[in-house]
T-cell receptor, first 113, second 112 residues
Framework: DGGITQSPKYLFRKEGQNVTLSCEQN?????MYWYRQDPGQGLRLIYY???????QKGDIAEGYSVSREKKESFPLTVTSAQKNPTAFYLC????????????FGQGTRLTVV | GQNIDQPTEMTATEGAIVQINCTYQ??????LFWYQQHAGEAPTFLSY????GLEEKGRFSSFLSRSKGYSYLLLKELQMKDSASYLC?????????????FGAGTRLAVHP
């Protein structure tokens, strides 16, 4: 079955530590996205990528980094520079043309203590 | 830049009809999506509009007016399971890149 997988579902980290969230898709989608969602809020775009080895900052990229070495994978690193990292993180992918819907992973809930 | 506005919360009665509005301002408009999101879960796709008019899909319909920067999602024959957040998202094409930008969402509560 094709889909998009995020892992882990829940993640706890100590303040000051970097942490990497995994996102893998087998839908052969070119475009991948990372969003952050805070309680009662909408989705805010962190980074997005249209093709391998290329990615662009979204609206709230500070304190985050990404890589796109393979089409299937778009990991997100939450660095110690991110001042308020506790949130629900969602990864999505879509066909590059943009006229198709984005498929979402199940999300990773990151809690920094 | 881009602005996407939706009402924060709405309530409705089971069996009724509800309309959730979305207004947007963006350059490079490349389509508008509606997603449903239950608490703690990922959003799921409901509809896509790129041309003006109404798209109907079962109990859900979505309308778009590009000249007015306006869309609505219409939910008919409301069921309790329709209680969720409804997210309006705009695809924006710029510099060869396609971004998908979301509004803050509308939390819909359906009452018996």
């Amino acid at each position: 079955d094709g889909g998009i997988t995020q892992s882990p579902k829940y993640l706890f980290r100590k303040e000051g530590q970097n942490v990497t969230l995994s996102c893998e898709q087998n839908l052969n989608h070119d475009a991948m996205y990372w969003y952050r969602q805070d309680p009662g809020q909408g989705l805010r775009l962190i980074y997005y990528s249209q093709i391998v080895n290329d990615f662009q900052k979204g609206d709230i990229a500070e304190g985050y980094s990404v890589s796109r070495e393979k089409k299937e994978s778009f990991p997100l690193t939450v660095t110690s520079a991110q001042k308020n990292p506790t949130a629900f993180y969602l990864c999505a992918s879509s066909a590059q043309t943009g006229d198709t819907d984005a498929f979402f992973g199940q999300g990773t809930r990151l809690t920094v203590v | 830049g881009q602005n996407i506005d939706q009402p924060t919360e709405m309530t409705a009665t089971e069996g009724a009809i509800v309309q959730i509005n979305c207004t947007y301002q963006t350059s490079g408009f490349n389509g508008l999506f509606w997603y449903q999101q239950h608490a703690g879960e990922a959003p799921t796709f409901l509809s896509y509009n790129v041309l003006d008019g109404l798209e109907e899909k079962g109990r859900f319909s979505s309308f778009l007016s590009r000249s007015k920067g306006y869309s609505y999602l219409l939910l008919k024959e409301l069921q309790m399971k329709d209680s969720a957040s409804y997210l309006c998202a705009v695809a924006r094409l710029g510099g060869g890149y396609n971004k998908l930008i979301f509004g803050a969402g509308t939390r819909l509560a359906v009452h018996p």
